[in-house]
């Protein structure tokens, strides 16, 4: 009887396929293409934000942002784990507090 090793989990497997995807997509964009698609998707970005007052697409600054950051990983601009790396969680917890403290006064 022969015995197999342990598979890793669901969740490793489907990042790992993931992680392969996004590289070899990166790969076969040029880098050019990456730059204008990064640029345009930036400036929609940058109008809805700027643009809340708009009838055909009312977002307000996070929906937006988080908009932006979402079309950016899924057209192959940035992978996900260079996204997750880009969070600097000094600037989110320091804006957290001082909505905790404003809040209380």
């Known amino acids: 009887m ?9 969740t490793k497997k489907f990042l790992l396929v993931e992680k392969r995807h996004a590289i070899r997509y990166a790969r076969a964009v040029n ?8 640029t345009i998707i930036f400036a ?3 109008i809805l ?3 809340r007052q708009l009838k055909i697409l009312p977002l307000n600054r996070p929906a937006a942002a988080l908009l932006g950051a979402v079309l950016m990983v899924s ?13 600097n969680y000094d600037t989110i ?7 905790l403290v404003s809040a209380y006064l």
């Open 49 to 51: 934000i700027s643009g």
């Open 31 to 38: 880098h050019w293409e990456q730059e204008l698609v990064a």
């Open 2 to 10: 022969k015995r197999y090793a342990p598979q890793p989990s669901f």
């Open 75 to 87: 057209t192959g601009v940035m992978t996900p784990e260079r996204a997750y790396r880009a969070v």
């Open 93 to 99: 917890v320091l804006l957290l507090a001082m909505m």
């Open 44 to 46: 929609v970005t940058y």
